[in-house]
């Protein structure tokens, strides 16, 4: 059984920062899969946010780079998004998100087959 767990999304005012976590439970080793976020704001279509694969590759979506940093903590099962400098446009549920990892991770929803409940995240100007 797969579980991703969000935690850590508010309320906050433009400009301000926010950190995101995610506690997995994995069926086998934590590092055999991709992981990322992704956020989707209503009306709109589900977006990549930031991806991490195996060998601590990253890719940010072009909207967040230099702003948000992804990383994890292996031994503990667990995905952080820092997210400085926030915009409204940032407003989303953020979902945490896993796939098993075959060779290269990627920012597109349908290559993550699991999925978190997700937090919500809105920005204020």
């Known amino acids: 059984q797969v579980q991703l767990e969000e935690s850590g999304g508010d309320s906050v005012q433009a400009g301000g920062s926010l950190r995101l976590s995610c506690a997995a439970s994995?069926?086998?080793?934590?590092?055999?899969?991709?992981m990322g976020w992704f956020r989707q704001a209503p009306g709109k279509e589900r977006e990549g946010v930031a991806t991490i694969d195996i060998r601590d590759n990253i890719i940010y979506s072009d909207s967040v780079k230099g702003r948000f940093t992804i990383s994890k903590d292996d031994a503990k099962n667990m995905l952080f998004l820092q997210m400085n400098s926030l915009k409204p446009e940032d407003t989303a549920m953020y979902y945490c998100?896993?796939?098993?990892?075959?060779?290269?991770?990627?920012?597109?929803?349908?290559?993550?087959?699991?999925w978190g409940q997700g937090t919500q995240v809105t920005v204020s100007s």
């Open positions: 994995l069926r086998s080793s934590y590092r055999a899969y991709c």
């Open positions: 998100v896993a796939a098993p990892f075959n060779g290269q991770c990627a920012l597109r929803p349908l290559n993550y087959g699991y």
